[in-house]
């Protein structure tokens, strides 16, 4: 559901540096184990999927594209979709249906695209009721060079926590 098209549709977007949701927790740790002395690991450091097999529903990978800089959905997990209420496999963020959110989720995937890792927590009203509540830990890739080419975002539906 597109609930952006309710009545009384609201949204906040908190940024913060560490993930609060300790499901979360240790992916970033992981991250940060790959970085080896580096601002930002490489996608070879990865036996993907492996890896991020606990966290794999949750996950959704995406190409950055530069010339213009976008970001393209590599790879949804089941609960993605669920939780967005959405398929975009292999869609641009433009296309992905977000909405008035998109210049909130576009703002926060070129920072990530500049090296810095972050997690933002999405609250969702409609109807006067939270709707959604999502946090998502952004971690950026490199890919055998030196500019960040993917990002990986593990989504969390944090919804009666508080």
């Known amino acids: 559901m597109d609930f952006f098209r309710l009545p009384g549709?609201?949204?906040?977007?908190?940024?913060?540096?560490?993930?609060?949701?300790?499901?979360?927790?240790?992916?970033?740790?992981?991250?940060?184990?790959?970085?080896?002395?580096?601002?930002?690991?490489?996608?070879?450091?990865?036996?993907?999927?492996?890896?991020?097999?606990?966290?794999?529903?949750?996950?959704?990978?995406?190409?950055?594209?530069?010339?213009?800089?976008?970001?393209?959905?590599?790879?949804?997990?089941?609960?993605?979709?669920r939780i967005e209420e959405r398929r975009y496999l292999g869609k641009k963020l433009a296309d992905a249906g977000y909405g008035p959110m998109e210049p909130a989720i576009r703002r926060i995937n070129e920072r990530v695209a500049t090296g810095v890792q972050m997690s933002a927590l999405f609250t969702v009203r409609a109807l006067g009721f939270v709707v959604k509540k999502v946090e998502t830990l952004y971690l950026p890739l490199t890919r055998g060079g030196p500019e960040v080419a993917m990002i990986l975002c593990a989504m969390k539906d944090v919804r009666g926590r508080n």
């Open 9 to 81: 549709f609201g949204f906040d977007v908190e940024e913060m540096d560490d993930p609060r949701s300790p499901e979360l927790v240790p992916l970033r740790e992981l991250w940060r184990a790959r970085c080896q002395g580096r601002p930002v690991p490489d996608r070879s450091d990865f036996d993907l999927p492996f890896d991020i097999r606990p966290w794999m529903s949750g996950m959704l990978i995406l190409d950055v594209e530069r010339d213009p800089l976008d970001f393209r959905s590599r790879l949804v997990g089941g609960d993605v979709e």
